[in-house]
């Protein structure tokens, strides 16, 4: 079975649910999570700048739709904690987290993150790409301001998962050093092998894994190579390869980031790579490159299996 650690979904419900439909998930993507063996996953919240919409409108439309989801579809169930997780499983049931991707569409004060919370947000990194009241994002400068650092311990104190994929080095470092738990990078690759801000350097991963955290493997194609020709299937698995080298298998995760609101012929997406249904190819791939069975099943979800049991509630 596989975990997704990064799921932008909620993006194309919200416009689904908005043009009428009553089930979207059902009839647009649980035959994908089927295929693909997917138990369970990440939803983020998030709220695109480049949309005339305000940041907070767009993440009341997404909190609605999970709310239609709950209300008209019953394939798929909300985790709050440990017992919800362990009965989804117990079950055989497909589950999802909520996650917030940057608190940039909320208030920028610490009591964000409690209203987070009873919402039913789980997860939270602390911005997007850019800098906001609480940290700097991989495009911006500077590290956690005074808030950003009392927001880390609030949400580690919460229960909730602590993600620093979009944050800036400066950040990354800051939430490092403060962390009194698991820390989680949701979805980023390898800095050595593919030079991004939003990749992740040797010192990074290794300080990540140390903590007890996992770091989910992107599929997205920019940060694979540098080059188009080098982004394919083979270089995302040289991402998994070195970094289950540099830290170890039960540091490695899945965050597959697809892309599911763009459907123009020119969509930037990984052609071997961009749904569910297509992950066997990946873990055939895997194989290949000599991981066992028992490894494998750690890196599809039992790591982030262990990171949920031990931070949730």
Known sequence: MIFDGHSDILTALTRFVQKGEKQPFTDHYLQAFVQGQVEGAIFVLWADPAQKLPLTEQIA???????????????????????????????????CLLGAEGLDGYPQE???????????????????????????????????????????KRIQQSAMLLDISHLNDASTADVLR???????????????LCRHPRNLTDDQIKAVAATGGVVGINSYPLFIAETK?????HHLADH?????DLAGVEAVGFGFDF????????????PDLHQYSQIPRLLELLKQRGFHDSELQQICHGNFLRLLREVLA
């Open 61 to 95: 439309q997404q909190l609605q739709a999970l709310h239609h989801l709950q209300k008209e579809e019953h394939v798929l169930q909300l985790i709050l904690g440990q017992k919800d997780l362990e009965l989804a499983m117990a079950q055989g049931n497909r589950y």
């Open 110 to 152: 610490e009591a964000t993150i409690d209203w987070l919370y009873q919402q039913g947000v789980r997860h939270v990194g602390l911005t997007w790409n850019y800098a906001n009241q609480f940290a700097a994002g991989v495009l911006d400068y500077g590290g956690l301001t005074a808030l950003g650092k009392r927001a880390v």
């Open 178 to 192: 403060l962390a009194q738990g698991p820390i989680l990078a949701s979805h980023s690759n390898c800095r050595r």
């Open 229 to 233: 020709q080098q982004q394919n299937l």
């Open 240 to 244: 998994i390869v070195h970094m289950a």
């Open 259 to 270: 892309n599911y609101w763009d459907t123009a012929a020119d969509a930037v997406i990984l």
